[in-house]
């Protein structure tokens, strides 16, 4: 019996939903990732340099926390926050390193 509760318990943690967590760093993009923005140079600021990523090159939004760099699953929230330091409450898909974003805010 207590094999069986073991049993149990273990298949039910390994399909548990994953947790929200909170990721802080800064929106940027695909194309600069963890390098910044000076070798690409967009425009005259690292938020316009993101843009310009987006818009002309494909690139997709992105969080790098100093170290990481992080998909994001909504790529219509970030727009409002790029070049900026932020906080997301989301998921974190450890396989893909995309982070299902629930909200985005400026961070403190």
């Keep these: 019996m207590k094999s069986l509760l073991s049993i149990l318990l273990s298949v039910a943690a390994l399909t548990a939903a ?22 690409m140079r967009m425009g005259p600021t690292d938020a316009e340099c993101t843009v310009a990523c ?6 997709a939004y992105v969080l790098y926390d100093g170290k990481n760099v992080y998909a994001l699953s909504d790529q219509q ?12 409450v989301g998921t974190l898909d450890a396989k893909t390193k995309t982070i299902a974003v629930e909200s985005i805010a400026a961070a403190k």
């Design 18 to 39: 994953p947790r929200k967590q909170i990721f802080t760093g800064t929106i940027t993009d695909s194309m600069c990732g963890n390098a910044g923005h000076s070798s």
């Design 54 to 59: 987006i818009d002309a090159h494909g690139a």
């Design 77 to 88: 929230l970030p727009g409002r926050f790029a070049g900026r330091r932020v906080r997301i």
